[in-house]
């Protein structure tokens, strides 16, 4: 809200505000502002001070005036090359693939580039319902403290630090991960089992060892679209398949399978996040595991599963890995959400054939990954501080979640998913693109449903995290600038 | 060397040094062992000891015999698909890159991956003069633990755990890398910096970023195998230039450039260790360096900087990105080979224009990196520990350098580059791939010239580092296996 009190003036708080957003990349380069009109509307001041809020933001060069068409964000980065090409029709929702002079509609800004910076842009702020990750203050501290001086004392610190350490992981990491995969039902010994610089590598790793420029991956829709984005990037092409509540629709992946069969179309990997998938929270029913992994069976292909809420999932959770004994799945798995976001400790394990070449990846890309603190994970572990940590995160969050569908229920929405995990999936009713452009004038990073969505479209959808959408505050702004959109 | 008086048979400990090779990825998928006759006059044992122990490495399904030609390594791993094409002619020295069938002849063993799992396999045992590493033993480790202290009280380790972290990484060490940068004369502030997982995946980013599957990057020969493979990997097309005393070779760089000038087989990218170059310790002239960036001007294209032996390097020695200003090249540092191998802390200074795509690129790979290591090493650096341990490891380098090239040279070597940094580049006067395989069988693990060349080519040139060959006991068997192959 614009403070007619304050010591700055209405434009300069105005250009200020719209700066900010610019520079915090959450409002993407090609972006139209809003009309004068709008904008003079929306925040209640005189369509002259929106003007000299824009002349700033021009004088700045942080936006470019078009003739008789507005204000647009410019792109200050000077690509070294284009993108490839988007690998869907549409495309990713991502300015760098809108030729240059594509005005992007105001409202659609809100891309996966964006939501992920905004997710640390934003950690020093009022909670964020956008964001993906448990509040800070949710995080235990102690145990991470203990297990570190634990491991740190001078002869171990020597140990971890001047080897380049095994390129697998630390040795008594990999153990822990493997009893705890046991405790999960999976099968996979330690020497399966390659640490990774968070979840994130993990599943960069697979990507990049597994498929080649121009090879087929399935992948969920909603799903994460950071994971597009990567896949994107490696020139992959990309298969969307529908998330239904018992798994992946697997009528459509059958029809991709028969149509590509015995070709170099033929899709070679689907990744999934088969337990509280995000953003639907939904997760795969043993039948559905079952018939997926025959289809893969059949048309030789990889699952990469990636089970980076597992910690969040009650304790009889099927998992594809389970069932396939990691005989043509991979595991992900990782601690961001759970314990120590920054402490980047993920990991793979995967079929023996396969191990060598992800390794090879792995050294290529890294070589090996700091080794002190993935003891003092194993430390963690160990001393079952992870286990009674994750039981009281759970149970909070059950509590939030419980209070997060009553406000939105309250608020005018309906819930596109059963509730489970960290996410709501919620009907709003409105264009959450636009909702959420006029959200972030109010300081609140929502996720709107588009950006899940490898080919974007119009959502009325969002994803909101329980953990972080407890606020009446927010809460009482959705609903009046919703009824606002309503009109 | 066998023992006749071991509790183990002779074809038992035979069987098992040959094991151990394979499993250790000394001796690669395809390699032919040596005969029957010169295994046994290698070995001073009769012929019927090594069928015995090479059918025992046939019962362990780690060789094959095929009619009238011997016995092979086996490929134990299956790839996922076949390795792209070699990107130049006569390919990478890689098992992978050789048709199912052919044989590789005994001796050209020791590849790029090989060399690099040597790097970890062997960190236990008696210095290894093929490894591009500082003995753990000259490293010290009381700043380490020092900084690590500092930077882990409760509130910091809260602080540094909990969230994702800076992007950009963490903020008081590029701080602190910005101020080295500078009295290296090299101007970028702290937002041009972003921190890596080690200067590997430093390098990683940037190939990543600038190069599409298809594009064509110039290369050093000899130069760093790893480099050669990374990029293979990534569909690049391999440029290679010759590296000289002065620095690249202008003319080829400028016919290639010329070649291929407005087309898109243009080079994109060159990437050179300007200074202490790998393996042959030569420093970039002002002279060449200035003509190099004249030539980046003119046809457009980027250099990377691998400044990773910067830390050896005499204070005024030239880099291209200090003359050029961060323009059109790019910085990558790192602490490995001074410091702290394991904590895999790197980075690199971009101009302002390639820091967004760079950025992407890393949040895709690896999202954030650890900062409680990054905070840890900014206050090493900070009190000054890291400059008066790099101070004390050059007396130490020049001592090595000095007794290492008088006990090359008392053993018939010469050498092919005026030594300076960490390594000698050693003419030995025989075959290195033959030498290497045979003192291999001794325990040794050397740096054959061929490994540094993208095109694999015989050569009598080997790699030593002078802090790791230094053994009156390595010498004396190099000289008695180079003279028995002289015969």
Redesign the interface.
């Known amino acids: 809200m614009l403070l007619r009190s304050a010591s700055q003036s209405l434009s300069d708080q105005l250009a200020t505000r719209f700066a900010t957003h610019i520079r915090d990349h959450l409002l993407a380069a090609g972006t139209r502002l809003p009309s004068v009109r709008n904008c003079a509307e929306q925040h209640d001041v005189s369509p002259s001070t929106v003007v000299a809020a824009y002349d700033q933001l021009l004088a700045q060069g942080l936006v470019e005036a078009r003739r008789n068409r507005g204000f647009f964000v410019r792109d200050r980065?000077?690509?070294?090359?284009p993108a490839?090409a988007s690998p869907v029709a549409g495309g990713l929702s991502n300015s760098k693939t809108l030729p240059p002079n594509t005005a992007r509609p105001y409202g659609a800004t809100i891309s996966a580039?964006t939501l992920?910076?905004g997710?640390?842009s934003y950690?020093d702020d009022k909670p964020q319902p956008g964001v993906g990750?448990l509040p800070?203050s949710w995080?235990a501290?102690?145990p991470?403290?203990t297990s570190?001086?634990k491991v740190?004392s001078?002869a171990a610190?020597?140990e971890?630090?001047?080897?380049?350490?095994?390129?697998m992981g630390d040795a008594g990491l990999r153990r822990v991960l493997a009893a705890r995969l046991g405790d999960l039902g999976i099968s996979a010994g330690a020497d399966q089992i390659i640490t990774t610089?968070?979840a994130?590598?993990a599943l960069?790793i697979i990507s990049?060892?597994?498929l080649?420029?121009g090879d087929s991956v399935m992948v969920e829709e909603p799903g994460w679209p950071?994971e597009f984005?990567?896949l994107a990037?490696l020139?992959a092409r990309l298969l969307p398949v529908p998330r239904r509540a018992d798994g992946p629709d697997l009528e459509v992946m059958a029809r991709y399978c028969q149509a590509h069969a015995g070709t170099p179309a033929a899709p070679?990997l689907f990744i999934s996040v088969s337990v509280l998938h995000n953003p639907t929270g939904y997760s795969i029913t043993p039948a559905n595991a079952h018939q997926l992994l025959q289809m893969a069976e059949q048309y030789d292909f990889?699952i990469a599963e990636d089970d980076c809420y597992g910690h969040l999932a009650p304790a009889h959770a099927t998992r594809l890995t389970q069932l396939d004994g990691l005989r043509r799945t991979l595991y992900v798995g990782g601690f961001?959400k759970i314990l120590?976001?920054?402490?980047?400790i993920g990991f793979l394990a995967a079929p023996p054939?396969?191990?060598?070449?992800l390794l090879?990846?792995k050294?290529?890309?890294?070589?090996?990954?700091?080794?002190?603190?993935e003891r003092a994970l194993a430390h963690c572990i160990e001393q079952g501080l992870l286990r009674r940590h994750a039981q009281l995160i759970r149970t909070r969050l059950d509590a939030a979640r419980s209070r997060g569908v009553k406000l939105a229920l309250a608020h005018g929405c309906t819930l596109a998913a059963e509730p489970a995990g960290m996410f709501g999936w919620v009907d709003t009713g409105v264009d959450t693109d636009q909702l959420a452009m006029r959200m972030l004038n109010d300081g609140y990073l929502l996720a709107p449903g588009a950006v899940f969505y490898a080919e974007r479209r119009p959502s009325t959808l969002m994803r909101i995290n329980f953990a972080t959408t407890q606020d009446a505050e927010f809460w009482g702004k959705f609903a009046k600038v919703r009824d606002a959109m309503r009109g």
Chains 1, 2 share one sequence.
């Open positions: 980065s000077q690509r070294p090359h490839p580039t992920m910076r997710m640390f950690q990750m800070p995080i501290t102690d991470l403290v570190l001086r740190s001078s610190l020597r971890a630090s001047v080897r380049y350490g095994d390129p610089v968070g994130t590598n960069d990049r060892t597994l080649k420029p950071v984005t990567r990037a020139g070679r990889h961001a120590a976001p920054n402490w980047r054939a396969l191990l060598e070449p090879d990846t050294l290529l890309a890294t070589l090996t990954t700091p080794s002190l603190l």
